[in-house]
């Protein structure tokens, strides 16, 4: 009998808790490697450390799909030491006023050490320069080594999930939870789960895995994401069918297919929300991925204290913990309702027979 799926919860317990910046997601690697030999699935790695997981039921006749995501999130990197004062540079996006005064925590081999920033010089243009903090620790810290805001732990209280680094930690759990049901059940399916590398500095990883092609080509992809919240899309008003960013429109067809299956969750399943709007408040690797030609579509949770930026400071990134659950039972249901080509088909047959109707009322 094969082992049981364990819950969204205990999932989000294993990898939120974790410690991750951009070009330092060992943990989290760690952590699906192991999910991998625990469940006896395929995995790859490109020389961008991106990883590729695998399920595959020889039964199934579906067109594989895969999830993406990222497994970074803002992140601090010691470039220089002296004494108990260090300089480091910020990895990813997040502004002055959370930067200043802030309290950190670095990640060494002898334990965590806290630190308090001292002043702020931020980059003119981040493409060419560093945002560079000045700090002093509790102890000595090391170049190389890596820290995150000091935030309080998970939190699952209350119907929201808080964390450091839920963008985009959420979307690993959630991957790594829905794998772990198809292996639990057998299901006829083919999904792979792409986690990419150093996304907060500008997409660095998912260029790398477009030029190893570690992905099949012409595998259909979802990109998972957490995204600002906005007045056209809430937190407790389900999963959100992304449709674009502030840079470009995804796949038509796959945003259509998606909403017809989430259109069969709302039918069959009391309760069950979802919604779909366009989240310009940033841009998503999906954007990268379908200038390649590979057929993109993504999915996003809507996240309020975006990159630890709160109303007063630095504060822990949060979601809306039934949207989540109810993104896992999207994801399942796309995951074994692959793309079918055949409803373009009705639906170009459904506006046929209308203009059949009326094309006699044309006074040519």
Not at 17 to 41: I, K, N
Request: proline share 5%; aromatic share 6%.
């Amino acid at each position: 009998m094969p082992t049981p799926a364990r819950p969204l919860k205990y999932w989000l317990r294993e990898i939120l808790t974790l410690p991750t910046a951009p070009f330092h997601e060992d943990a989290v690697a760690a952590r699906v490697y192991a999910f991998a030999r625990e469940r006896g699935l395929k995995i790859r790695e490109d020389r961008g450390e991106n990883l590729l997981l695998e399920y595959r039921n020889p039964g199934a006749r579906s067109q594989a799909l895969a999830f993406s995501c990222h497994m970074d999130h803002p992140g601090f990197e010691v470039i220089s030491v002296r004494g108990r004062e260090a300089r480091v540079r910020l990895l990813g996006g997040v502004d002055e006023k959370t930067l200043r005064g802030s309290r950190l925590v670095f990640h060494t081999a002898a334990g965590p050490v806290k630190a308090r920033t001292l002043s702020v010089r931020m980059a003119a243009d981040r493409r060419r320069d560093d945002t560079v903090l000045r700090l002093r620790a509790e102890e000595r810290l090391s170049v190389g080594e890596f820290g995150q805001f000091d935030l309080p732990p998970l939190s699952l209280a209350g119907g929201k999930i808080r964390a450091t680094a839920l963008d985009n930690l959420t979307s690993a759990a959630l991957i790594l939870a829905l794998m772990d049901r198809l292996a639990a059940s057998r299901r006829k399916a083919h999904v792979y789960g792409l986690f990419t590398v150093a996304e907060e500095v500008g997409f660095v990883g998912a260029m790398e895995s477009i030029d190893s092609g570690i992905l099949p080509a012409r595998v259909p992809l979802l990109v998972m994401e957490t995204s600002r919240e906005l007045p056209s899309f809430r937190q407790g008003g389900g999963p959100v069918i992304r449709v674009g960013d502030r840079m470009s429109v995804y796949d038509d067809r796959l945003s259509r297919w998606m909403d017809d299956r989430a259109g069969e969750l709302v039918k069959e399943r009391p309760g069950f929300r979802y919604q779909r709007a366009l989240m310009p408040g940033g841009m998503c690797e999906a954007s990268l991925f379908q200038l390649t030609g590979r057929p993109t579509g993504a999915l996003a949770l809507a996240l309020d204290n975006y990159h630890n930026m709160g109303p007063r400071g630095a504060a822990a990134e949060s979601v809306h913990r039934r949207d989540a659950e109810q993104m896992l039972e999207l994801m399942e249901r796309l995951a074994l309702r692959g793309p079918d080509s055949r409803r373009e088909a009705c639906l170009m047959d459904e506006l046929k027979q209308i203009h059949r109707r009326y094309r006699g009322r044309f006074k040519g």
